[in-house]
C-alpha cells in the first residue's frame, strides 16, 4: 500500500521560511518523479515543482522560482520543498504527489499518489 505523509506547514510572516516534507512508502519510488502542488481556498489545485526520479531534473511555476527548492533524498523516500520569500499569497493546502513515470512534470494527470496535504499560511 502506497502511502505519502506531508509535514513541516504552518503559520509564518511575510518573508518567512519552511521546509515541507514528504515520506513515501513505495517500493519503487525511485524511478518516479514527485510534484509538489497546493490549492487555496476557492481556487483550482496548481503545480509548484516537481523532480525526477534521480533528481536531476527540476521544473518550478514561474510565481516561485528563486524562492523555492524542490529536492528529494532516495535513501529516505522522503522529498523536500523549501520555501522562502513566503508572501500571503502562497497560503494554500500543499499537497505531494508521487508520479507514474520517472520525468518532472506540471500535470496533475501525471501523477498517481497524493497526501492528504499540509496547510501552509503565510500571514502578520
Known amino acids: 500500500q502506497v502511502q505519502l505523509v506531508e509535514s513541516g506547514g504552518g503559520l509564518v510572516q511575510p518573508g518567512g521560511s519552511l521546509r515541507l516534507s514528504c515520506a513515501v512508502s513505495m517500493v519503487t519510488y525511485t524511478m518516479r518523479g514527485v510534484g509538489w502542488f497546493r490549492q487555496a481556498p476557492g481556487k483550482e489545485r496548481e503545480f509548484v515543482a516537481s523532480?525526477?526520479?534521480?533528481?536531476?531534473?527540476?521544473d518550478y511555476a514561474e510565481s516561485v522560482k528563486g524562492r523555492f527548492t524542490i529536492s528529494r533524498d532516495n535513501h529516505k523516500k522522503t522529498a523536500y520543498l523549501e520555501m522562502s520569500g513566503l508572501k500571503p499569497e502562497d497560503t494554500a493546502v500543499y499537497f505531494c504527489?508521487?508520479?507514474?513515470?520517472?520525468?518532472?512534470?506540471?500535470?496533475?494527470?501525471?501523477?498517481?499518489?497524493w497526501g492528504q496535504g499540509t496547510q501552509v499560511t503565510v500571514s502578520s
Open positions: 523532480i525526477s526520479g534521480t533528481g536531476a531534473i527540476t
Open positions: 504527489a508521487v508520479g507514474n513515470r520517472p520525468g518532472a512534470y506540471a500535470a496533475p494527470t501525471d501523477f498517481q499518489y
